[in-house]
């Protein structure tokens, strides 16, 4: 049973129609008329609000349909694997190449070139798409902005939303020439690449992007290579004013942070213990649930320890008043 099967039956029980999910879901009939007659792919649940929004409408158990569509998804991979890569659209590599730093494009145009949708390629332009995709993730969560960017470019609400959509789905084998004039040609200021290291350095237009610059760094290390634990965390462990009562989870937490030039002394893990600790910088977590059960051991033993506080003063403290 796949996804579609089960909400055009739903629709049948219900008596709806197709444009009532599209009002749901705030897209266009057409791309719900795509949807269900299979021209379109669905959406990757983890990137898109419409299953939710159309589960409500039909009455269906919560994550329903994203389970459908995950299993979807999962299959129509397995197909493609069977089919070799095909090379970029030459519109969307001279795009990528374009924002290439002036001073290194020469020599990446010739890598590409030589080796057409290679290694090379294929990482740049995931990184780039990976960037482009979680400011298009957030954006989509923003109304205002769609309707802003809707009139702007002359065209609906949900008709924006579709292209969002549509665009978070694509990947470095389907991406399109409309994909990069419509959001990484605005986005994605300029980029460049180690070619030693195989780092990216990728600075976004600030002028419509949260964060202006991306750093990815490519570290290769032997698989048994165990990490040499910082001095700074060895003392603040040794040290029960500082770190005597940490848990084993924070412990671990602080054992994975990693620094290249500075060394971090004692107090630093103390506060970022802190900071781990404090409510305010987390929503809903297992470190927040355990501050609240200090929070509360604390009052219990501060009551107990004001209940067997006796008020009365000693025959000493009588004696030493007198």
């Not at 400011?135 to 292209?163: F, I, T």
């Not at 084998?173 to 290291?197: G, H, K, Q, R, Y």
């Amino acid at each position: 049973m796949d996804m579609a099967f089960v909400i055009r039956q739903r629709l049948k029980e219900l008596g709806l129609e197709q444009r009532d999910l599209a009002t749901a879901a705030q897209v266009t009939e057409s791309y719900i008329s795509q949807l269900l007659g299979r021209k379109k792919a669905p959406p990757a649940p983890h990137r898109s609000d419409i299953y939710e929004k159309i589960g409500r409408v039909l009455k269906l158990p919560e994550g329903e349909l994203a389970k459908l569509a995950d299993v979807e998804r999962k299959e129509e991979f397995k197909r493609k694997l069977g089919y070799p890569p095909t090379p970029l659209y030459g519109e969307v590599r001279e795009l990528i190449l374009r924002k290439c730093n002036p001073g290194r494009e020469k020599q990446i145009r010739a890598i590409f070139a030589q080796h057409p949708f290679g290694e090379l390629e294929r990482l740049v332009t995931e990184k780039l798409l990976h960037v482009v995709k979680e400011v298009a993730k957030k954006e989509l969560e923003d109304e205002n902005w769609l309707r802003l960017v809707a009139r702007l470019s002359n065209r609906s609400y949900e008709q924006m939303r579709v292209m969002i959509l549509e665009f978070l789905e694509a990947d470095v084998f389907t991406l399109s020439a409309e994909n990069c004039v419509s959001f990484m040609e605005p986005l994605i200021e300029s980029w460049d690449v180690d070619l030693a290291t195989f780092g990216m350095d990728i600075i976004l237009n600030h002028r419509v992007a949260p964060g202006q610059r991306k750093k990815f760094e490519f570290v290769e290390m032997d698989a048994n290579q165990a990490f040499t634990e910082e001095p700074g965390l060895t003392e603040f462990l040794g040290d029960p004013s500082l770190g005597g009562d940490a848990t084993e989870e924070e412990i671990e937490f602080l054992r994975k942070l990693r620094f290249k030039a500075k060394r971090p002394s004692p107090l630093y893990y103390y506060r970022e213990l802190q900071n781990l600790r404090d409510p305010l910088h987390f929503r809903t977590t297992m470190i927040l649930k355990r501050s609240s059960t200090r929070s509360k051991k604390g009052l219990l033993h501060e009551q107990k320890r004001m209940q067997s506080f006796d008020p009365t003063p000693s025959p000493d403290d009588a004696a030493t008043k007198a």
